[in-house]
């Protein structure tokens, strides 16, 4: 079973960058696509960005432009560069894996198993 630790969270300033990561432990020899999704209060959690192992890249529109998700040197390392951030992309960010079909990427149920979440806090 694979395994994800996320980190990278903290507090930063409107138009400040971050970069969030993303390691995977674990069986990780079948190839599995990761995605990264966030979750404000009193909201469901909503799909960021995903990159599979052919390192095509998708993204939401609201963050298209702005963030960009990329495969580390490191093997199994994903990260997620925010930049130009806003009050609005304030949320704990998860990273996960699955191994559906291109047209459920968007869809957090069809991913096995998640990181345990970190902080994106934006605020002056």
């Known amino acids: 079973q694979v395994q994800l630790s996320d980190s990278g969270g903290g507090l930063v300033q409107p138009g400040g960058s971050l970069r969030l990561s993303c390691v995977a432990s674990g069986s990780t020899s079948n190839p599995y696509t990761v995605g990264w999704f966030r979750q404000a209060p009193g909201t469901e959690r909503e799909f960021v960005a995903a990159?599979?192992?052919?390192?095509?890249?998708y993204y939401a529109d609201s963050v298209k432009g702005r963030f960009t998700i990329s495969r580390g040197n490191v093997k199994n390392t994903i990260y997620l560069q925010m930049d130009t951030l806003k009050p609005e992309d304030t949320a704990v960010y998860y990273c996960a894996a699955t191994r559906g079909v291109l047209s459920s990427i968007r869809d957090p149920t069809m991913y096995f198993t998640w990181g345990q979440g970190t902080q994106v806090t934006v605020s002056s």
């Open positions: 990159i599979r192992t052919s390192s095509h890249t």
